[in-house]
């Protein structure tokens, strides 16, 4: 199988994070320096995400209500979501699994590459919410930039040489089910060609997990009425895992990422992701969590009070919340696009 240059620069970088030092939480890497090489058709890929698209979906999946697991606005949005990828092309997957005895399901469609099928990434968001209001930020806001990111890479101009794999997970508010079950029960299937010689591959190996979850808000802490001017996209890795080097470094791709196609907002690496859909992949992939604060020090302090909350609607959102968004969303399809070696092809 063919190395891909992308892959080798993202890589090569692990061996300047990965010598941490003791911090008061935990370890913390030092920052790793600027070096990733951009491939040629990064900022064209970039250029196809459309901000109306992603604020309109987010508003959408926030008029299905709350959408609790296994409740009717869970299956009706699920659906939506379905139809969406069904309508850019994809065929969409599900993983069953039970919840309390109760069946439910993730949804998931696949980028699959031209030249290695059998490796991807994968970028997710969670389908359900709770707080009895929209849900927009939680998690509207990462299922609608998991939809524009799948839209743009399925573009027919837009290939790929390693898969990409487009995850909605359930129950992500009851403790991390959907996601949880995926990773146990797929992790063995990684790299299978099924059936034996099709070039078709169920489960590609996993190269890394992108995970979104509340990419809205970022009023300072306490916060305040207005977006704040430090207002930044928050990725974060879990330094206690088994893959700690390898996650800094895929963060890393994303900060550089973010500086060289973001949008206005800077993005900060932190050391602590925890609380997500990325949690369960932690000791088995390269896993990174992407936000609008840091998920223990800021909006467990206190920083969104719309989270779980009522008012956690489309009309509570104005257009600073949107840009830092859809700043997320650049951040995310520039990484996205190098580490899967994207190419805009005539
Ligand atoms: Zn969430």
Not at 21 to 40: M, R
Not at 84 to 98: C, K, M, S, T
Not at 212 to 228: N, T
Request: hydrophobic residues 40%; charged residues 20%.
């Amino acid at each position: 199988m063919r190395r891909s240059a992308a892959l080798l620069t993202a890589f090569a970088m692990v061996a300047c994070g990965d010598s941490p030092g003791a911090g008061p939480e935990g370890p913390v890497a030092p920052p790793l320096p600027d070096s990733i090489v951009w491939l040629p058709d990064v900022g064209a890929v970039v250029a196809r995400a459309e901000r109306a698209r992603f604020v309109a979906d987010i508003e959408v999946l926030a008029a299905f209500g709350d959408r609790t697991q296994g409740a009717p606005s869970n299956i009706a949005a699920a659906a939506w979501i379905e139809q969406r990828l069904v309508a850019l092309g994809y065929e969409v997957e599900r993983h069953p699994y039970l919840y309390r005895g109760a069946p439910r399901e993730s949804l998931f469609a696949t980028k699959v590459g031209a030249a290695e099928p059998d490796k991807m990434y994968i970028v997710s968001a969670h389908m359900d919410g709770r707080g009895g209001g929209g849900a927009a930020d939680d998690d509207a806001s990462g299922v609608a930039l998991v939809l524009e990111v799948a839209r743009v890479l399925a573009l027919a101009d837009v290939s790929t040489e390693r898969s990409v794999r487009f995850a909605l997970w359930n129950n992500e508010e009851t403790g991390l089910n959907g996601s949880t079950a995926y990773a146990s029960d797929r992790a063995p299937l990684q790299g299978i060609e099924d059936p034996p010689a099709s070039g078709r591959y169920p489960e590609p190996t996993w190269l890394g997990m992108i995970q979104h979850d509340m990419i809205l808000f970022d009023h300072g802490l306490p916060p305040g009425p207005q977006q704040s001017v430090n207002a930044d996209v928050d990725v974060e890795y879990q330094s206690a895992s088994a893959f700690a080097g390898e996650s800094q470094t895929l963060a890393d791709v994303l900060r550089q990422g973010n500086r060289e196609f973001g949008v206005r907002y800077p993005a900060s690496v932190g050391s602590n992701m925890r609380n997500t859909d990325s949690w369960p992949f932690r000791n088995l992939v390269a896993s990174v969590s992407v936000r609008e604060n840091e998920r223990v020090a800021e909006i467990g302090a206190g920083s969104n009070p719309h989270w779980h909350q009522p008012t956690d609607v489309f009309s509570t959102y104005d257009d600073s919340d949107f840009d830092l968004g859809f700043a997320a969303l650049r951040t995310t399809l520039s990484a996205v696009a190098q580490l899967s070696g994207a190419r805009i092809v005539p």
